[in-house]
């Protein structure tokens, strides 16, 4: 099934008007260029990015990592560049098995099902 209704043109670019971007979800992981103890960020806690450029390939955001190293009593900190990028996909639609005249959203849910959103106009759960 596709929508033929929607479509997407362009590519998102510039900054974000985001002063403390939170990704949740996103996990940043890197090798400290000193003892080589690898170290995990956790962008739904702690916000690595401030008013970050989206699809700019010439101005990447820096990650900072920092950890401390109990064997050698040593701090270590490091920078590390990322781009983020951000794209938009139309849902794909289907008939709603009730009124029949109105769409119903979903997406797949990446293991052979779908994720549901009810018919805007009846409310109904079914496609």
């Known amino acids: 099934m596709s929508n033929k209704n929607i479509e997407t043109h362009g590519a998102v ?26 170290v995990e960020k956790d962008c739904g806690d702690d916000y690595p990015f401030s008013y970050p450029n989206i699809n700019e390939t010439d ?17 270590h900190e490091w920078k590390v560049p990322v781009i983020i990028n951000i794209t938009v996909k139309p849902l ?6 009730e009124c029949k005249d109105t769409k119903k959203l ?5 293991e052979g099902g779908f994720i549901e959103f009810e018919c805007p106009k009846c409310k109904d759960g079914s496609i």
């Open 13 to 38: 670019h510039g900054s974000l008007d985001i002063k403390r971007c939170y990704l949740p979800g996103l996990f940043i992981t890197s090798v400290c260029p000193e003892c080589n103890i690898v």
């Open 59 to 75: 101005k990447p955001e820096t990650v900072n990592f920092y950890h401390y190293n109990e064997e050698t009593e040593e701090e």
């Open 106 to 110: 979903f997406v797949s849910d990446g």
């Open 92 to 97: 794909e639609v289907a008939d709603c098995k």
